[in-house]
T-cell receptor, first 110, second 116 residues
Framework: EDKVVQSPLSLVVHEGDTVTLNCSYE??????LLWYKQEKKAPTFLFML????IEKKSGRLSSILDKKELFSILNITATQTGDSAIYLC??????????FGTGTSLTVIP | GAVVSQHPSRVICKSGTSVKIECRSLDFQATTMFWYRQFPKKSLMLMATSNEGSKATYEQGVEKDKFLINHASLTLSTLTVTSAHPEDSSFYIC????????????FGPGTRLTVT
């Protein structure tokens, strides 16, 4: 049974488009929801969300958590080819376990 | 942010030999370390979770006798691929997490294993 489900699995957009990536999760002993960007090597950290409704922002990327509906979204505005990557979300629980989604593969074409 | 290193970054070995990969947390104590395997263009596949001083917990389908994990200290975990075969060729990534705020998982740079 999947604990973290991401959608879409893959996405192809043109430069300048805005994309929204989705992540739904289970609630058991929830601690945080994390987003990562993975390019050629190991994932790099983007955001950690613990509170509902508070948007976190970094440049063109932003993310928000809905603890009532058990999901998070990652928005990327004015996409660039350098945004092409796999975006992973992960839920952590109070037992320090991490559950990764399958990732969304984003391709931004010029 | 915290730093996790892996060594070696790239290794080529012959079929039937064993390879050891080290994962170190350089500036924090990692109570939990994770080992992942990644296939091209796919997401990470968790292989096992190890807690310092105890046996690793392997995910379903991962052979514990083939992928030996040791987490002997709070800063070092090792993954040994025993009797390697070409199908074991992959990118192996470790990550480390401290058991205190912010509980984030820090990833190592990965190790590219090629078995010939």
């Amino acid at each position: 049974e999947d604990k973290v489900v991401q959608s879409p699995l893959s996405l192809v957009v043109h430069e300048g488009d805005t994309v929204t990536l989705n992540c739904s999760y289970e609630v058991t002993n929830f601690r945080s929801l994390l987003w990562y960007k993975q390019e050629k090597k190991a994932p790099t950290f983007l955001f950690m969300l613990t509170s509902s409704g508070i948007e976190k922002k970094s440049g063109r990327l932003s993310s928000i958590l809905d603890k009532k509906e058990l999901f998070s979204i990652l928005n990327i505005t004015a996409t660039q080819t350098g945004d092409s990557a796999i975006y992973l979300c992960a839920q952590t629980n109070t037992g320090n376990q991490f559950y990764f989604g399958t990732g969304t593969s984003l391709t931004v074409i010029p | 942010g915290a730093v996790v290193s892996q060594h070696p970054s790239r290794v080529i070995c012959k079929s039937g030999t064993s390879v050891k990969i080290e994962c170190r947390s350089l500036d924090f104590q990692a109570t939990t370390m994770f080992w992942y395997r990644q296939f091209p263009k796919k997401s990470l596949m968790l292989m096992a979770t190890s807690n310092e001083g105890s046996k690793a917990t392997y995910e379903q389908g991962v052979e514990k006798d083939k992928f030996l994990i040791n987490h002997a200290s709070l800063t070092l975990s090792t993954l040994t691929v025993t009797s390697a075969h070409p199908e074991d060729s992959s990118f192996y990534i470790c990550s480390a997490s401290a058991d205190s705020y912010p509980y984030e998982q820090y990833f190592g740079p990965g190790t590219r294993l090629t078995v010939t």
